[in-house]
């Protein structure tokens, strides 16, 4: 019988499309697909902030797009759900005031030329676990669909819509055994309601959606539920808590697990190494997990202002790697992947959002784990295990 090495309970949350950040992470993005839908080369770099009936758009956007910033925010607003008179915030109520200039032409010159340069310095990390099917961590991946499924039925199903408002989080904790989820330990859901709601009504249909979204074999009778802790939740949204684009990074990425080179995604475009770079190494990342060269995996690449070439690359498997070093799979990713700027964009095709996933679409539930984005596909396996053949197995 083998010793337990690890025992432990990790916890990651999740924030609805109503949460005030994710309203303001929705806007920034929706402008940045509506600039890039009408001109793929737009430059974009785009902030929100909301409050009580009150949209603020800033930021630089460079771009021969026509678009009426005004409506386009306020469209983002009422389809997340806020259409209600008399709440405190609505597409219907809120003021929009816009405050844009053009990028930085410091800035442009080190990312308009042939071999395109990244647009700013920094480190991007990706990662990718093979404990759930979208292998990401599972704490993180059932937080995102207990919110997710909340949302879809609040817009599908007439009484939980009455009784539902649009902002929400979750909180979800697993017991690990040497790596590998064992069970829920305790589950937090705080939703935002009508003041006519029962309290019962939530427990018990957080209950139903627990059971619908998170496997069987991880669910017990000795879970711990927290629902609506404080008691009531009927003032939220950007009524209860102003917002701003970009704040909640830990739930856009991997939920704490693995670590993050604190640029936000939300509002920039891909010449954004912030952006484009993080998402290349969730790519490289997943690719590896899904070819089992590895059993978890975080890539680590560096970059200064206006070069193209990454400064560093590393590679971490946890001591999980099928080769006989990390530095070997180093080489390997060298090989496969190119990681300069204008590759990247041109690899994920990241400057045509529209053909099946928008930039929006990553403003709630995770830029990672869902298969619409290119940044998921698993197409380079094959070509990751030829390159690993080379080297011995470990």
């Known amino acids: 019988m083998s010793k337990i090495k690890s025992n432990h309970v990790f916890t990651s949350e999740s924030v609805s499309e109503g949460h005030p950040d994710k309203v303001c992470d929705r806007i920034s993005d929706a402008i940045l697909d509506a600039c890039l839908m009408q001109d793929p080369h737009s430059r974009v770099a785009c902030e929100s902030l909301t409050t009580t009936n ?3 758009i800033s930021g630089e956007i460079t771009t021969n797009a026509q678009v009426n910033w005004q409506q386009v925010a306020l469209d983002a607003v009422r389809d997340i759900g806020y259409d209600q008179d008399g709440v405190g915030f609505s597409a219907d109520d809120a003021k929009v005031m816009v405050s844009i200039h053009k990028q930085s032409a410091d800035i442009s010159m080190g990312v308009s030329r042939a071999d395109q340069g990244a647009g700013d310095q ?11 099917p979208e292998l990401m961590p599972a704490t993180l991946i059932y937080a995102h669909k207990i919110v997710a499924e909340f949302a879809r039925l609040r817009k599908s ?6 009784m539902l408002r649009p902002d929400a989080k979750s909180q979800v904790s697993i017991r690990y055994v040497d790596g ?3 069970a829920v330990e305790s589950i937090v859901v705080s939703h935002q309601h009508a003041p006519e709601m029962e309290p019962n009504y939530l427990e018990n249909l957080v209950r139903q959606v627990v059971k619908k979204v998170i496997p069987a074999e991880l669910l017990n009778d000795d879970i711990t539920y927290f629902v609506n802790p404080t008691g009531r ?5 950007p009524h209860g808590d102003t917002g701003l684009t970009g704040r909640k990074i830990i739930v856009d990425t991997y939920g704490g697990v693995g670590s993050h080179g604190g640029g936000a995604f939300s509002g920039k475009d891909p010449s954004k190494v912030d952006r484009s770079a993080a ?6 990342a997943k690719n590896l997990v899904a070819a089992k060269l590895a059993k978890k995996c975080e890539i680590q690449v560096a970059y200064a202002i206006g070069v193209a070439q990454p400064l560093s690359i590393n590679v971490d498997t946890y001591g999980t790697g099928k080769l006989a070093s990390d530095a070997d799979l180093e080489k390997v990713v060298r090989k496969v992947f190119d990681l300069r700027p204008a590759k990247i ?4 095709d990241l400057k045509h959002p529209g053909n099946g996933w928008c930039y929006a679409d990553t403003a709630a539930y995770g830029h990672f784990g869902r298969d619409i984005f290119p940044w998921e ?4 396996t094959a070509e990751l295990l030829q390159a690993a053949a080379e080297f011995p197995v470990g």
Do not use: H, N, W
Request: glycine share 12%; aromatic share 14%; proline share 5%.
């Open 54 to 56: 009150l949209i603020v």
């Open 122 to 132: 920094g480190m991007m990390f990706g990662y990718a676990s093979d404990e759930t």
């Open 157 to 162: 199903d007439p009484e939980v819509g009455k």
């Open 180 to 182: 590998v989820p064992q």
């Open 233 to 237: 939740f009927e003032i939220g949204g």
């Open 279 to 284: 998402y290349f190494c969730r790519y490289i």
């Open 345 to 348: 964009v041109e690899t994920l």
């Open 377 to 380: 596909k698993c197409d380079k």
